[in-house]
């Protein structure tokens, strides 16, 4: 059965970190593309970060850049988003999304919740 199980949100201060985790079960999770999303209240989803199948390429939304990283280990099926200096309007749900190119083939995570407040 495929699914993406994301971990890792919370409750943190702004300025503060967390590390998010996804890991896939039921495909080849290194012939995806990986990237994570979010939505706020009230907001579209939005790309924040997208990460190549051998992780030699990323990309990141122009609000995260130098902030957040995304990573992703290949032999544990996992890709990772570290979010460093979190601001308020980072908070959201943030979900983890699966892309295989060419072929149509994409998944969603259930989401996991971050909340950046004092």
């Known amino acids: 059965q495929v699914q993406l199980v994301e971990s890792g949100g919370g409750l943190v201060q702004p300025g503060g970190s967390l590390r998010l985790a996804c890991t896939a079960f039921?495909?080849?999770?290194?012939?995806?593309?990986m990237s994570w999303y979010r939505q706020a209240p009230g907001k579209e989803r939005e790309l924040v970060a997208t990460?190549?199948?051998?992780?030699?390429?990323?990309n990141y939304a122009d609000s995260v850049k130098g902030r957040f990283t995304i990573s992703r280990d290949n032999t544990k099926n996992t890709v990772y988003l570290q979010m460093n200096s979190l601001k308020p309007e980072d908070t959201a749900v943030y979900y983890c999304y699966a892309q295989r190119p060419w072929t149509g083939r994409n998944y969603w995570g259930q989401g996991t919740e971050v909340t950046v407040s004092s």
């Open positions: 039921g495909f080849t999770f290194r012939m995806y593309i």
């Open positions: 990460i190549t199948e051998g992780g030699g390429t990323t």
